[in-house]
């Protein structure tokens, strides 16, 4: 038997007062409209797969700081060479009928086709920070999900572990590149000569 995620109440902003939604009557039979039109309106982190609305949890102050080190790091790396990097709340097609929100998403050419304005199409490179209510859902999960996206790198940071783990894809699967622990430098086949020091990364504040 499937079991379906926790799915609480929503909030959602309109331009008089908020609005709370029920998600759980409707789960299976939620429209990719309808999940558009909810997180356009809603503060939460939301994914959709066949017609059901999974809630995120919020991000922790220490998710959010190697959330920061790594937008800065990766947009110093990235800008100059004509590419960019963005950071959630945004949401990636990874096929019809199903989005996820990384942590941060990027693509090598600003101008890629697949940076749409609603929600991108692909990216060159996603990453997830690991969150202790469901380790699986980003080590698991989402490592099927961005292999059936063809995103060509994946980004793993375990911050109870203090580990990084970076997935290249070959094939239809991804497999470990390079699994990087405190005193190393995290490198990156797709983005040749960017290395960024674990230590600092799980230091910052």
């Given at each position: 038997m499937?079991?379906?995620p926790?799915t609480p109440?929503l ?7 908020e ?7 409707l789960?299976?039979l939620?429209t990719v ?9 809603s ?14 949890p919020?991000?922790t102050?220490?998710h ?9 790091a ?7 060479l ?7 709340p ?12 990384p942590?941060l998403?990027?693509v ?13 199409r692909?990216?060159?490179l996603v990453?997830?920070?690991?969150s ?12 099927t999900?961005?292999?059936e ?15 990084i ?11 470990e590149?390079g699994v ?7 490198k990156?086949?797709l983005l040749?000569g960017l290395?960024i ?9």
């Amino acid at each position: 038997m499937t079991s379906v995620p926790y799915t609480p109440q929503l909030r959602i902003a309109t331009e008089d007062d908020e609005t709370i939604v029920n998600l759980q009557p409707l789960q299976g039979l939620w429209t990719v409209e309808q999940y558009l039109a909810l997180t356009d309106h809603s503060r939460r982190l939301l994914e959709y797969v066949d017609g059901i609305i999974e809630v995120l949890p919020v991000p922790t102050d220490r998710h959010q700081v190697i959330s920061r080190f790594l937008l800065f790091a990766l947009y110093a790396y990235i800008q100059p060479l004509g590419g960019t990097v963005l950071y959630a709340p945004l949401r990636l097609q990874i096929r019809e009928g199903k989005f996820r929100e990384p942590d941060l998403l990027l693509v090598r050419r600003a101008d890629d086709p697949r940076r749409q304005n609603r929600y991108w199409r692909g990216a060159d490179l996603v990453i997830e920070i690991v969150s202790p209510d469901d380790p699986e859902r980003d080590t698991v999960v989402k490592r099927t999900d961005y292999a059936e996206a063809g995103i060509p790198e994946y980004w793993i940071i375990e911050p109870q572990d203090e580990r990084i783990s970076v997935l290249t894809l070959h094939g239809n699967s991804y497999a470990e590149d390079g699994v990087y622990h405190r005193g190393e430098q995290i490198k990156s086949a797709l983005l040749p000569g960017l290395t960024i020091a674990v230590t600092d990364l799980f230091d910052a504040r």
